[in-house]
């Protein structure tokens, strides 16, 4: 079961949440990402969160799942929503933007939750975000940007192939290394890593 998730960063354009949204079996909004989701003509299957963002409806057409816990972000309330309906592969919208620390505290989620899903992508108009504890591999068009960020602190034993700026067995860490807009040279790039959670964002 493949979900599609609207958070309430920059929203999605229309065009994008459509062309998801035809994949998808369950659409969820993330608190304020419900509301991107009505504004844009689509109905949610559900939307979930602590419902600060969200107004509902008296008598919705979609189910409102209310959780109130502030331990988690209303991401991971829908994350969690999604895993509880047997969702395996999950793409996210409108994860990053609008604040600062909801970016950095959503690049957290992507290492908190990449692990529960066979696939978990966040995703915007340019660039496509996952995160690798071995190895990935993807066919682009020559030229397209694609940065490594080292979000487990240290990363260590990098190997690239079909990079300009190609790692050999080297190590990346925060504050210290990162891989920031490096590009493809080849059709396919790969990228393996020995220990440590690397995020790649790479241009669609």
């Known amino acids: ?16 949440l459509e062309e ?9 909004g993330a608190d304020g990402g419900g509301r991107t989701i009505l504004n844009h003509g689509f109905k949610p299957d559900a939307v979930v969160g602590d419902l600060d963002s969200f107004d509902a409806p008296e008598t919705p057409a979609f189910k409102v ?3 109130p816990d502030q331990e988690t972000n209303d991401l991971e309330k829908a994350l969690t929503y999604a895993l509880e309906q047997g969702v395996e592969t999950c793409t996210v919208l409108g994860a990053f933007g609008h604040r600062m620390d909801h970016s950095l505290k959503n690049m957290s ?7 529960s899903f066979d696939e978990l992508i966040f995703r915007d108009e340019e660039f496509d975000a ?23 602190g ?12 190609a790692l050999n067995n080297e190590s990346l860490e925060t ?15 790969s990228i393996r890593i020995e220990a440590g959670a690397l995020v790649i964002f790479f241009e669609r």
């Open 130 to 152: 996952v995160l690798i504890e071995d190895t990935f591999s993807a066919r682009l068009p020559v030229g397209n940007i694609v940065s490594l960020f080292p979000v487990s």
């Open 65 to 67: 799942v209310h959780r």
């Open 20 to 28: 998801e949204f035809k994949a998808a079996d369950l659409l969820l």
């Open 175 to 189: 504050g210290v290394r990162d891989g920031t807009s490096n590009e493809t040279i080849s059709d396919e790039f």
């Open 109 to 115: 989620v992507l290492n908190k939750f990449h692990s």
């Open 154 to 165: 240290e990363v260590t034993g990098i190997q690239t192939e079909g990079l300009m700026y």
């Open 1 to 16: 079961m493949h979900a599609v998730i609207v958070s309430n960063g920059f929203p999605p354009s229309k065009s994008l």
